[in-house]
């Protein structure tokens, strides 16, 4: 489950960096610099190709903390350009928040000149199972690595690192700093998170829950079949799930119903 993948992927695809010829030399380039950034600061990172919807992961003495083998060659390639891997152990509420904080982040930068785009970066500090399925608390930072020739938003980083506050937290603690300026931007999501799903949806949602086909859907709510059908889609995707059932256990563990 992953709300916003969609949206996500459309910025990414927005880029058209299909247009442009990109250096492999600066991708492998950036991978060695990450790669001796992981070994000083023993934290996780990942690559993401925005180019070709790839990633590559770098698991560092952090990836050890959430059972993440390590690989001879420092790295694995992952076929998404998500670090599914990592979200899969994420806790559902926060992964929410931390995608809203992305799209918040992507959407900045994609409106900003060229010589601005790589003054900003996004934090937050998030909840992931480690390796003994226990939730640890983990501070995140994503920003941009690396701009196309044309000036488009090519390679991300994202790293985590265990922090230094392991108790309850209100939220992720999202930001979004200006490390030019030093101004920062405080982001609460908490009440966006409600209206992911709208009030139809949840109410739809429940009456799956509660076992009703959507012919019974359609004759309680009062609306037809394949406007319940629509709605029905429109969730699946919204929560990037296969299955009505996914879906109904998606949005319970984001606290969306």
Known sequence: MDVLRKELTQIYTSQHLEQETLSEAELEADKGTIQSLVEVSKDCAVITDASNDSSFLFPGFTGSILGIPTSESGYFRLNSSDEDIIYERLHPED???KRM???????????????????????????????DGQYKWFDNITQI???????????????????????????????????????????????????????????????????????????KLGISLNTVNRHRQNILEKLSVNTSAEAVSAAIAMRLI
């Open 145 to 219: 690595l690396r701009l196309s020739p044309a000036g488009k938003m090519w390679l991300i980083l994202c790293r985590y690192e265990i922090s230094s506050l392991q108790h309850p937290l209100s939220g992720i603690r999202a930001c979004i700093i200006n490390t030019f300026t030093g101004k920062t931007q405080e982001l609460f999501f908490t009440e966006n998170r409600k209206h992911i799903l709208t009030d139809r949806e949840k109410e739809i949602l429940l009456l799956i829950k509660a076992g009703n086909l959507s012919k019974q859907i359609a004759d």
């Open 101 to 131: 904080l992305e799209f918040e982040l992507f959407s900045k930068i994609d409106k900003l000149s060229i010589q601005e785009k790589l003054h900003y970066k996004a934090t937050c500090t998030i909840r992931i199972k480690d390796k």
């Open 95 to 97: 992964l929410v928040e």
